[in-house]
């Protein structure tokens, strides 16, 4: 159960971490795209690797956070059913979730796109548009990324619910445990 423990706190600190840092493209992204407005509008331009820029750095952003957001069950839920239920239940879900079908759907995902992801790495993709961005090949790369940072953090999740099913939870810190409604009503 220590190693269970130690997987769900490995695996939450990667995907804290890379969180932490690709959020910030949130802010690049809202800079380049007023960058955009700015050029089209005010000086009647507009750059075509620059617009290319801000969509890429939003996609990078979404694909990148996705196990961060899983982290924090920031994740859109119809919880009408899961946020009353005892810790127990919640476990319960959660681990049936994540092995019917997070998992099996995060290996679709990386099953199915390695190959368009890896030809691109191959000949360096870049834009389809004229005068567009180079390095496509690296915004794609984030589709794999996505489907490992999620699989993992679906895997700390599966752990986690097995430590409650096996009453070992206070073996977590109290960040990573299940929130309660208690501490839901205090954030």
């Known amino acids: 159960m220590q190693g269970l423990a130690a997987l769900v706190k490995g695996i939450s600190a990667i995907n804290w971490l890379v969180g932490q840092i690709l959020s910030w493209l949130a802010l690049a992204c809202v ?6 407005v700015v050029q089209r509008y005010f000086f009647n331009t507009s ?24 982290l924090r069950d920031d994740h859109v839920r119809v919880d009408i059913f899961y946020r009353p239920s005892s810790v127990r239940r919640k476990a319960m879900a959660d681990l049936f979730g994540v092995v019917v079908f997070l998992l099996p759907f995060m290996y679709v995902v990386i099953r199915y796109c390695y190959p368009a992801v890896a030809r691109s790495w191959g000949f360096y993709e870049g834009s389809s548009n004229i005068g567009g961005m180079p390095g496509l090949f690296i915004l794609k790369g984030f589709i794999i990324a996505f489907a490992v940072l999620v699989g993992l953090q679906g895997i700390a999740m599966a752990a986690r619910a097995i430590l409650v099913l096996a009453n070992r939870e206070e073996l977590l810190p109290p960040d990573l445990r299940y929130k309660t409604d208690d501490a839901r009503e205090a954030h």
């Open 31 to 36: 800079l380049v795209c007023f960058t955009v």
């Open 47 to 70: 750059t075509l690797w620059v617009q290319d820029l801000y969509v890429w750095v939003g996609g990078a952003m979404f694909t990148g956070v996705a196990g961060f957001a899983l």
